[in-house]
Nanobody, 123 residues
């Protein structure tokens, strides 16, 4: 089992920045990738970004390219999501997740999930 604790959400004005963190514990060696997803009220959970823990390869949703950066600190078993130039439409609950195979961009291929952290961007 892998436990994930995500944090760093909050309220920020449009154009501002936030950095989310996701700390993993447990059988961390079983992970192949760590991703971030977000879910706004009444909407399905959507892919935001992912990073391969060995390869370092990164994928982003088109809506966040150039504004968000995913990074990792393997020594700390922590993944970060730096979010810049935030927009009101970025408001959502953000979830980190761990995959056991590959570097997927779909939520169904992630096995472990954090509890979520709320990001609210005011106009």
């Amino acid at each position: 089992q892998v436990q994930l604790v995500d944090s760093g959400g909050g309220l920020v004005q449009a154009g501002g920045s936030l950095r989310l963190s996701c700390a993993a514990s447990g059988r961390t060696a079983s992970r192949s990738a760590m991703g971030w997803f977000r879910q706004a009220p009444g909407q399905e959970r959507k892919f935001v970004a992912t990073i391969g823990l060995n390869s370092g390869v990164r994928y982003y949703a088109d809506s966040v390219k150039g504004r968000f950066t995913i990074s990792k600190d393997n020594a700390k078993n922590t993944v970060y999501l730096q979010m810049n130039s935030l927009k009101p439409e970025d408001s959502a609950v953000y979830y980190c997740a761990a995959a056991k195979w590959g570097v997927p961009t779909v939520s169904t291929e992630y096995t472990y999930w954090g509890q979520g952290t709320q990001v609210t961007v005011s106009p």
